[in-house]
């Protein structure tokens, strides 16, 4: 079972990246489906989806191939062949492991003129259906049964069929319900336009590749997002490079906020985090966006505020976690709503057993700050909840074991070493 262990140590200081966004990267990597040819994705990060997604599009037929690291470290690209026919199934043993494999559904549709998705498992927290995604396919014209425990899609009218342009109004902005309906509408027949649609800097991105591969799309990262169906796409004309990760860096500053210290993050871009960097500036961190990247600083204790989570431009459910810890150990009492995803307190349990004083109902959580927490064993329930109490080990009296440390690997290249590039002390230990 792979560990962290983290023992509270002095203040972090040095300068990191966040290397490039899981969250973009795998839809990147779908679009890839749209057009026969060689695809090449810069700064996708090393981490376990990303191997997934990998092994999915294989599964597809596709080939993927990551070329050796950049002398800087940094990961070298991932080529992505794919071929003129396709298999259209993701299988159950891959959509089990990684609910994102959903994103293959829209980009098969409407290439292959059908697909046979499992239906995805993934992180542990809430139901998670994918309703909006079938109603905005099925606007344009999919039809779908559920066949032991496969979703089958298909575009009616036999081979050659195409999807067909609608205006689609999603009754919430899901992010990956939008990457699906944008990646079946750039090859269907005339415009679509979908109202409503997430909002996330990861969504323009995957807009923005798109675009490098002939699609026509006006209004990414509103939502509002028009999309003119072309006859055919290729691959982009040069590599596209994934933007950084916005919820790894808000992990690196969350750190710097619980350990105290100084650090720069590289890469990290203030404009995909308004919200969440102003709820850490209210929390007592000092943060700026300079030349050098995003720099963060803190010192004395952190001050309690109220947090609700919201779509994207709001706070992000992700970052939550990491300002629950933040609030568990500062001056007073802080409130926080959780209005996206059920059950995502489930690290709470674990932060109590931690010496927290959290106490839950319903989707809130009332948390007042204790001075410091106690280093325990406890469980990560899912990645980012994972992430979080590797953090917590930073102001934890003794030594913390967060086993369950391959949720963590899911999104974070080598947390352990990246902090301990700061200063920290977390290593891991494991089979
Ligand atoms: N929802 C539905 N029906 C749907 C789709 C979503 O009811 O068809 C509900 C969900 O159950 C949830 C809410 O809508 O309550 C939000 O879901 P959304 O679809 O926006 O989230 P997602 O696309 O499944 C992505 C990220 C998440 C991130 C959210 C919010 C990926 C692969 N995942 O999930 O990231 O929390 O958007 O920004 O892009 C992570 O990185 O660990 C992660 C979970």
Excluded: W
């Excluded at 779908?30 to 994705?41: F, I």
């Excluded at 169906?229 to 990760?245: M, S, Y």
């Excluded at 102003?278 to 943060?287: A, C, F, P």
């Amino acid at each position: 079972m792979e560990r962290f262990i983290v023992r509270a140590g002095e203040p972090l200081h040095g300068t990191v990246r966040a290397g490039g966004a899981k969250n973009s990267a795998l839809k990147l990597m779908a679009a890839c489906l749209l057009a026969e040819g060689r695809h090449v994705l810069a700064g996708v990060p090393r981490i376990v989806d990303v191997e997934i997604m990998s092994e999915v599009l294989d599964a597809i037929g596709l080939t993927v191939t990551r070329l050796a690291d950049r002398p800087d470290g940094g990961p070298g690209d991932l080529v992505v062949d794919t071929p003129a026919a396709l298999v259209p199934e993701a299988p159950y043993e891959l959509v089990e492991k990684m609910r994102a494999s959903v994103v293959v559904l829209g980009p098969l549709l409407t290439r292959a003129g059908r697909a046979r998705v499992s239906l995805p498992g993934g992180d542990d927290f809430g139901s998670r259906p994918i309703d909006i995604h079938l109603h905005g396919l099925g606007m344009l014209g999919a039809s779908f049964d559920m066949v032991h425990g496969n979703i089958e899609g298909r575009v009616p009218g036999g081979a050659g069929a195409r999807l067909v342009g609608q205006r689609v109004v999603f009754e919430y902005p899901s992010h990956t319900a939008t990457d699906n309906v944008v990646m079946a509408a750039v090859l269907a027949k005339g415009t679509t336009v979908l109202e409503n649609a997430a909002r996330e800097p990861e969504v323009a991105d995957l807009c923005a590749f798109l675009g490098a591969m002939g699609a026509r799309i006006r209004g990414a990262g509103t939502s509002r997002i028009e999309i003119e169906g072309v006859e055919e796409l290729h691959p982009a004309p040069g590599p596209h490079r994934v933007i950084p990760d916005r919820v790894v860096t808000a992990t690196l500053i969350a750190a710097v906020g619980l350990a105290g210290g100084e650090v720069v993050v590289e890469d990290g871009r203030a404009d995909h985090m308004d919200m969440v960097l102003r709820k850490m500036g209210d929390i007592g961190l000092e943060i700026t966006q300079g030349p050098d990247g995003l720099r963060a600083a803190a010192s004395g204790r952190l001050h309690s505020v109220d947090v609700a989570t919201l779509p994207y431009p709001g706070v992000a459910t992700d970052y939550k976690p990491f300002l629950v810890t933040m609030l568990s150990v500062a001056d007073g009492i802080g409130i926080v709503t959780e209005n996206l995803f059920q059950g995502r307190f489930r690290y709470v349990d674990e932060l109590r057993r931690m010496g927290a004083d959290i106490r839950t109902e319903g989707h809130h959580a009332v948390v007042r700050g204790v001075r410091r927490l106690s280093g325990a064993p406890v469980r990560a329930s899912d990645l980012r909840a994972g992430a979080a109490l590797v953090l917590a080990g930073l102001v934890a009296e003794g030594e913390t074991v967060v086993s369950g440390g391959a949720h963590i690997d899911r999104g974070y290249e080598d947390l352990a070493a990246t902090l301990r590039s700061l200063g920290a002390d977390v290593r891991r230990a494991g089979p």
